[in-house]
């Protein structure tokens, strides 16, 4: 079947398994089945009878014991995390080998993949995936097979309600991950425990109520549960604006509420109902699903495509130099196109390797922060351009090879950025790419400089993807705005207008060029939903930055997130945008402001 239906532990235990057979589950980041297993060990055998370790260091001899001790009483033995012993594994396999096991006897395995996993264990273990359910209707039947009849039966009707709703969340928040970094910005090991504690709070309380403590529920959902493993307002953001739309009593009391549009609420606390329901929806997901764009499935399958082929190019580079050697012939050839590269870009740009002069006094926050950039970037020119030239002088035949110039070339001929450059500065993972956006930060510095000498820099656009510390510039300008105005730094808040507008009530601001839009676009003084043939990206207008001590925002301004770049790994700053009376699904497409490439 093209969708098979998910396996069931106890299914697995009662039919499949056999007591000289161990069952290994391969497990993946999110999905621990530690619990499920517990408590389906305790409904087959008894609490009694089974014994869970986790392994790690000290653990084998312990492990050694129970495993005999198991096998001779009839009980299971669970050893978790076995890809952190793998040296220890084939011993296991060993001793186990060499047991006579009690026909009830059943040891059970799981480890993530490992490329040094034994073997021999491998191929004599039943083994199953287990792993967090692709799509939310398999995310939902997994829910479903966890919450028995008898459990779903005993339940109120509003409670089963409540429920439904909650697995639905669940999947969400689960599936979301397949968008990163526009559904989530990071990966977050949602697990199946998330699912388990947050049914139990809700039962908890909702037991004897007709509605439960909602801002109970959304405090520990938020803070304890799924946004306690969460490390970004703006994700917190998201998964916040999802509880208000499922967790309230409009859409629970609703005698017709849906999850989604033909995703009807179950009306009570009939477990068939709900397996209904969910058997009726489809195998496949769709962005609308999570209130994404209609273009975020193109956005994916375009960074998976890009991910596959600069791996392809990584490891083409790799394995033609994996001996390391050093071959006056092949170096010559393989680093000629970087070679030329920096001869190209820094030919007419002589002046970018020299250390800035500034006879100015009492710089300002900014002009200092202009400064401290041009150096930084003559430092990094001169650390690429030593680099070069000392491995041209080798393969040249005029210096002798060192150990420093070895690992360079090597990562030149892979197309990496040496570990020196990178720790200097962090730019993009190829290094034609690096050198190039080197070079024209470089260049654009020295206009920086040569306009903050003159006295004009913030008289016009200026674009903050030309600069290696665009946070730290927000920075100096809130430093500058606090000294023009007189007030207290920690009194100040970013403010922003868009267009022709200024900001109310600033004594300075900055006009900000070069920003892309992601998840929407932004036409006509407000944001705009996108189509499927919609551009991942599109220009804004110009966007004006400035610091106050109140903002004179709208009630329909939405703060929108500016990144650094595209993967969105670091956020700068949180701008108000005009965003219209229904904010919600502007936070729920994952929309954000980046710096342009």
């Given amino acids: 079947s093209l969708a098979p239906p998910t396996l069931n532990l106890q299914t697995v235990a009662e039919k499949e398994s056999q007591a000289t057979e161990p069952i290994l589950m391969i497990t993946t980041p999110g999905a621990d089945p530690s619990q499920e297993w517990g408590e389906m060990a305790a409904r087959v055998v008894g609490a009694d009878k089974f014994t869970q370790l986790a392994m790690g260091g000290g653990q084998m001899e312990e492990a050694s014991q129970l495993l005999k001790q198991a ?33 009830d006897f059943r040891l059970w395995l799981t480890s993530e993949s490992h490329d040094a996993f034994p073997a021999i264990l491998l191929r004599s273990s039943l083994k199953m995936t287990f792993q967090s359910p692709p799509g939310i209707k398999k995310n939902l039947q997994r829910t479903y097979g966890l919450w028995s009849p008898d459990y779903i039966s005993a339940l109120q009707p509003t409670q089963a309600r409540i429920l439904f709703v909650l697995a639905w969340f669940h999947a969400l928040v689960q599936e979301r991950r397949t968008y990163i970094p526009q559904g989530w910005v990071k990966f977050y090991e949602f697990s199946i425990a998330d699912l388990r504690s947050a049914a139990d709070v809700i039962v908890a309380q909702s037991t004897g109520k007709d509605m439960p403590d909602w801002l109970t529920i959304y405090g520990i959902l938020e803070n304890a549960i799924y946004g306690g493993r969460m490390d970004n307002d703006a994700d917190t953001r998201i998964l916040r604006t999802y509880m208000n739309k499922f967790f309230n009593t ?20 009939a477990h068939a109902d709900a397996m209904k329901i969910i058997g009726n929806l489809s195998e496949t997901d769709s962005p609308d699903m999570f209130t994404l764009p209609p273009n975020a499935d193109r956005l994916v399958q375009k960074t998976r495509a890009n991910t596959v082929i600069g791996g392809l190019h990584k490891l083409k580079n790799v394995t033609s130099s994996a001996s390391g050697g050093f071959n006056r012939e ?7 196109p970087i070679f030329n590269l920096w001869e190209s870009l820094t030919g007419s740009q002589q002046h970018c390797l020299e250390h800035p002069t500034d006879n100015r006094k009492d710089l300002s926050p900014i002009s200092s922060f202009v400064l401290m950039e041009v150096e930084s970037s003559a430092i990094l020119m001169n650390m690429v351009d030593n680099a070069i030239q000392a491995i041209t002088k080798v393969v040249a035949g005029n210096a002798l090879m060192t150990s420093k110039v070895h690992s360079n070339a090597l990562n030149l001929m892979a197309s990496v950025v040496p570990d ?12 034609h790419m690096w050198i190039r956006y080197l070079v ?11 306009a903050d000498q003159a006295g004009n820099l913030l008289s016009k656009p200026i674009k903050l993807n030309q600069l290696f ?37 600033a004594s300075m601001q900055v006009s900000i060029d070069g920003l892309l839009l992601n998840g929407c676009s932004f036409e006509d003084g407000k944001l705009k939903e996108l189509q499927t043939d919609s551009p991942g990206s599109a220009p804004v207008p110009l966007c004006k930055l400035g610091y106050v001590t109140q903002k004179h925002s709208t009630k329909d301004n939405v703060l929108i997130p500016l990144y650094n770049n595209s993967a969105r790994e670091k956020l700068l700053a949180n701008v108000n945008i005009p965003g219209g009376p229904d904010k919600s699904k502007w936070i729920l497409s994952g929309f954000a402001l980046m710096l342009e490439v």
Avoid: C, M
Avoid at 250 to 269: E, F, H, M, R, W
Avoid at 440 to 450: G, I, M, P, Q
């Fill in 469 to 505: 510390r665009p946070a730290t510039f927000l920075n100096a300008l809130r430093q500058e705005t606090a000294r023009k105005s007189g007030e207290a730094l920690d009194q100040l808040v970013l403010d922003s207008a868009w267009g022709s507008d200024d900001i109310a009530g």
């Fill in 71 to 103: 096998a001779t009483n009839g009980e299971w033995l669970l050893l978790k995390n076995l890809h952190l012993v793998v040296a220890w594994v084939s011993t296991l396999e060993k001793e186990f080998s060499s047991l006579t096991p009690h026909p």
């Fill in 440 to 450: 024209s930060r470089a260049v654009a510095l020295r206009e920086w400089h040569k």
């Fill in 420 to 431: 020196e450059w990178d720790r200097a500065w962090e730019g993009p993972e190829n290094v």
């Fill in 250 to 269: 409009d859409l629970i009391n609703a005698s017709d509420a849906q999850v989604y549009k033909g995703v009807t609420v179950p009306a009570g606390n």
């Fill in 330 to 336: 092949e170096w010559t050839q393989r680093l000629k």
